[in-house]
């Protein structure tokens, strides 16, 4: 794997794992009283909960699977050198695996 591509799968990798956690440690309270008279209750801080607020509030609880769907073919776009040929991504591929999963993901947010 090239260095440029193994820096980016770690990048991605990294960033939505944030994301993740920022998802998973939603409070709907930490933006009411704007601007923050505590720390948010969010594992990301402040900008955690502005993320977790606007994806909760456009994609609903599908944002998680959003993430999830993202921060697998990411990873595995990442060590596709060191699977089995078999599993190899390349980065047309996961481009479109990831738009995939957001239209799967918005199509999941219509039916709460």
């Known amino acids: 794997m090239s260095r440029k591509r193994e820096f980016l799968a770690w990048a991605l990798t990294a960033t939505l794992l944030l994301l993740l956690m ?10 009411r009283h704007y601007p923050f008279p505590s720390p948010p209750e969010n594992w990301c801080g402040k900008v955690g909960a502005h ?31 060191h699977l089995d040929r078999r599993w190899e991504v390349d ?3 996961l481009a479109i695996r990831l ?14």
């Open 91 to 93: 980065e047309n591929t």
């Open 99 to 112: 738009t995939g999963s957001l239209v799967l993901a918005t199509a999941f947010s219509s039916l709460e």
């Open 22 to 31: 920022s998802l998973l440690s939603f409070d709907p309270k930490d933006l």
């Open 51 to 81: 993320v977790s607020d606007a994806l909760f509030s456009v994609l609903g609880s599908s944002a998680l699977l959003l993430a999830g769907f993202w921060l697998f073919w990411c990873a595995r776009w990442g060590l596709s050198d």
